[in-house]
């Protein structure tokens, strides 16, 4: 009942949007008439709501009116359902709590030393390849033992190189080929799906001795395996090993002719407890809190020696250090369902009961994606949002949302990894567990029911079709028609189709699309041939939220220009959808869109007219001013809410301060980069100097460009300067500019660039010239961080004083054809990069400390 009546109320809402939007067209489009209504109140300036429209919005009022008798009923009972799991969840209080540190020690196993005796011995007697596999069940320190090994000293020492690749239950041979040739030192192989040329490069590249290991294999096929090992056999260099990790016996008996693996069990007792301790202490040798410690033991001997369900009962512990809490956690009735092998189960249940509510919502929605599956916290988040899972009236709901992400990794139900974050393969076995009534993923290994309430479809392609070789699966495609069949379609609010697939399954998908109605979040790889069909679809998911589109194709491949009716869409991802120069011409009427993800150069951005629309947007990475009002600087003015950098272009075609001035730059409180540029520096200086004296930004930017520009120092660079926050600073062909600002006043300043400054004489950072103080400096000078700088092509300039640079490492002068005189560089074995050239009349005597 509450969806129907959100899904109700957000229809009315975008109608209303929409009307507002035609009405807004409709004047700027015809100004005269605009003007005529200002003034009489009369005239057709307002567009009528279309009659096919109005069927339907009757339809949707009198089911409101329907669902209104039992709305107060139903907010009450949620009311007291909230107080009930409020009452309940005393994990989440705010007494006395051990506060979250970061694990800095491993504990070593005996196994490790084995394991060395091992590879040192291979190394040695130039075995032509050992295959070493360590079985174990989930979570019991297989990968952190294989770690403990890959960073070993003695290993690094006799392997020159070290390959680590993640498996997990999706074998490809092609794309671990291609993994493995991505981290050998200089080799730059060709990006193919052809196995023959990947392998060849293999053979070319790996050259010496490697330690190779394989993460979590679950592939049980010999064949497949062969076929992976084939190049890695025929290496020159001899004594190379590969490390294999698996909870699979059959998996250690198809990789290697070894009698023996190396069988990984629990944690030793009295090792356990200390790593146990560290978890919830932060410290293994703690010996306060004895009641709690004797408690602990208890709890410690339920997890049976498993790091990984320690680490997830601590967190529990941790953060409520009363007896009470404790006794509630060992008298669980989880415990009562350890069995055999899937001990730990209990164990990760438990943290999971005791998360607050929106917690469990936001990790079972993890469920959705395949194991192994590396998540990016701000695209995590924005996904959230777009269901409707992060309400905050106090902050932004990026932050609310970071709070809870950081909460999950921080109970382990998340961890880190490089740059992105993963969901431990048995975590997962929870949260599909838990969410198995809300979300379905097929992805053509085992067979899931399907339950009427799912709301969330996630189809993984990659273990059913193979991009060197696509062939039909009736299997997968029978998947799919008992999802069709199952009537779950018209209440779904997530659907993601990811990976590639053959015309069959397209034709399948389609139907798939047409059946739902009201999804909020949609993910979409689309192939050669269904591109233009699977486009079309999208416009009629008016409760879109997030759209996320994918196409490898090398065509050019225009967006439909009715993606701009999705009046409520807040993302717009379209970094992976190729052939795509330009923007639909109506992007403007997305009013409620916070992000348009681009490429990398996020010259896409600029495309955008009447930006100044989309006052919700997070991110602007680039816009070029034109004479245009839809490109005009003032566009800029009710954007407050961009973050990150902005690039502003063609900054000659703003002539007035006042233009400058609507762009309200000072009040971008969020940007940290901010480049200004004109088309070239030969353009008028006393309007240029007008224009840029209107942008000046915030106190606390971190970041400033400043290209081409040919006016003279604006005041907010000079006698009022405000910028102390910067921690980089670029000035280039800006050819009158002849003072530079106050360098005492940039205490965090690391990184100068200027070039092409013709009027500059001097360069001075010395803040005690003479021994007579410059004034009032806000810094000593030892607390100056200024540890680049790079002057080249400053034809005017004479003389260069650096004696406050103490932390100067990197100098480069190039091109300077007056320069004199260069003092204060410091020591030789300070400053590790210098370049002193293009300076005919520098003698080398000139140059001191």
């Not at 074998?171 to 990006?191: R, W």
């Not at 959808?577 to 403007?588: I, N, R, V």
């Not at 919700?616 to 070029?624: G, K, P, T």
Request: charged share 25%.
């Amino acid at each position: 009942m509450a969806a129907d009546l959100a899904r109700h109320l957000d229809e009315l809402e975008y109608y209303g949007i929409r009307e507002k939007i035609k009405r807004k067209n409709f004047k700027s489009s015809n100004p005269l008439v605009s003007k005529v209504k200002s003034f009489t109140e009369v005239g057709q300036s307002k567009p009528r709501i279309n009659r096919s429209d109005i069927p339907h919005i009757r339809d949707t009022v009198e089911n409101l009116h329907k669902i209104c008798d039992d709305v107060h009923n139903a907010l009450l009972l949620e009311k007291l359902d909230g107080i009930n799991r409020a009452t309940r969840k005393t994990s989440t209080d705010t007494r006395e709590a051990v506060e979250s540190f970061t694990e800095t020690k491993v504990f070593s196993r005996e196994e490790k030393d084995g394991i060395l005796k091992l590879i040192s011995s291979s190394a040695s007697s130039g075995q032509e390849l050992l295959v070493v596999p360590i079985v174990g069940d989930g979570g019991v320190g297989k990968t952190t033992l294989a770690r403990l090994v890959y960073h070993d000293p003695d290993v690094k020492a006799k392997f020159n190189i070290r390959i680590w690749v993640y498996v997990s239950a999706s074998f490809d041979e092609v794309k671990l080929t291609q993994s493995i040739l991505e981290q050998i030192p200089e080799c730059e192989h060709t990006n193919t799906q052809n196995l023959t040329v990947l392998q060849r490069g293999i053979k070319e590249h790996l050259t010496k001795r490697f330690l190779l290991v394989l993460d979590d294999m679950w592939e049980e096929s010999e064949g497949r395996w062969d076929k992976l090992l084939a190049p890695l056999r025929c290496t020159e260099v001899k004594g190379n090993v590969i490390l294999v990790t698996t909870r699979k016996l059959s998996v250690a008996s198809i990789t290697s002719k070894m009698e023996e693996h190396i069988n990984l069990d629990g944690m030793k007792d009295d090792i356990f407890w200390c790593f146990f301790k560290r978890c919830i202490f932060g410290d293994e040798n703690y010996q306060g809190q004895k009641k709690l410690q004797k408690i602990g033991k208890q709890i410690a001997t339920k997890l049976k020696g498993n790091p990984l369900a320690a680490k997830s009962v601590s967190t529990l512990l941790r953060r409520n250090l009363h007896e009470v809490h404790w006794r509630k956690i060992l008298d669980s009735d989880e415990w009562k369902l350890q069995n055999g092998t899937d001990g730990i189960i209990p164990a990760l249940m438990l943290s999971y009961n005791h998360l607050s509510y929106h917690l469990q919502l936001l990790f079972s929605h993890c469920a959705l994606f395949p194991k192994g599956y590396k998540f990016d916290k701000e695209q995590l988040i924005r996904v959230w949002i777009a269901l409707g899972f992060l309400i905050d009236e106090r902050r932004k709901l990026e932050d609310a949302g970071s709070d809870s992400f950081d909460d999950l990794v921080d109970r382990s139900f998340l961890q880190k990894d490089g740059q992105y974050f993963v969901v431990h393969d048995l975590i997962h076995d929870v949260a599909r567990e838990v969410s198995l009534c809300e979300c379905l993923t097929i992805d053509g290994s085992d067979h899931r029911k399907v339950f009427p309430s799912i709301r969330h479809l996630g189809i993984w392609t990659e273990l059913v079709y193979k991009e060197i070789s696509i062939e039909r699966s009736e299997t997968f495609e029978e998947k799919l028609e008992e999802i069709q069949n199952s009537g779950i379609l018209r209440s779904l609010e997530s659907l993601m189709l990811v990976g590639v697939y053959d015309e069959n399954f397209s034709a399948k998908f389609v139907k798939t699309l047409q059946q739902s109605r009201y999804v909020r979040v949609l993910q979409l790889s689309a192939m050669p041939f269904n591109a233009d069909v699977l486009l079309s679809s999208v416009k009629k998911f008016i409760h879109l939220r997030y759209l996320e589109l994918r196409s490898t194709s090398d065509m050019r491949n225009p967006l439909p220009e009715a993606i701009c009716k999705l009046y409520h869409l807040q993302v717009l991802d379209i970094i992976h959808w190729s052939g795509l120069d330009d923007l639909p011409k109506g992007m403007s009427n997305l009013v409620n869109l916070r992000y348009l993800l681009v490429p990398e150069s996020g010259s896409l951005h600029s495309k955008i007219s009447r930006v100044g629309e989309l006052k919700f947007l997070q991110e602007l990475n680039e816009f070029r001013v034109q004479r245009d009002s839809g490109f005009a600087i003032s566009q800029l003015e009710y954007l407050n809410e961009i973050r990150g950098s902005l690039i502003i272009l063609d900054l000659e075609n703003a002539t007035k301060k006042e233009e400058a001035n609507r762009a309200r730059i000072k009040d971008k409180k969020h940007l940290r980069t901010l480049s200004l540029s004109w088309g070239s520096a030969s353009g008028n200086p006393s309007v240029q100097r007008e224009v840029i004296e209107g942008l000046k930004p915030h106190d606390y930017l971190a970041h400033l460009h400043v290209i081409n520009y040919a006016g003279a120092t604006p005041s907010w660079l000079g006698e009022n300067f405000s910028l102390g926050n910067l921690e980089s600073l670029h000035l280039q062909d800006c050819s009158a500019l002849k003072v530079l600002p106050p360098f005492e006043e940039l205490p965090f300043l690391k990184k100068l660039h200027l070039t092409g400054l013709s009027s500059l004489k001097e360069f001075n950072v010395d803040f005690n010239r003479g021994g007579v103080s410059t004034g009032s400096q806000s810094c000593e000078e030892d607390e100056l961080e200024l540890s680049e700088v790079e002057i080249a092509k400053c034809s005017a300039l004479t003389r260069i004083r650096l004696h406050s640079c103490k932390a100067l490492t990197k100098l480069s002068v190039t091109d300077c054809g007056a320069l004199s005189c260069l003092e204060g560089l410091p020591p030789p074995d300070q400053l590790k990069h210098c370049v002193v050239k293009g300076c005919p009349q520098l003698p080398a005597n000139n140059i001191s400390s």
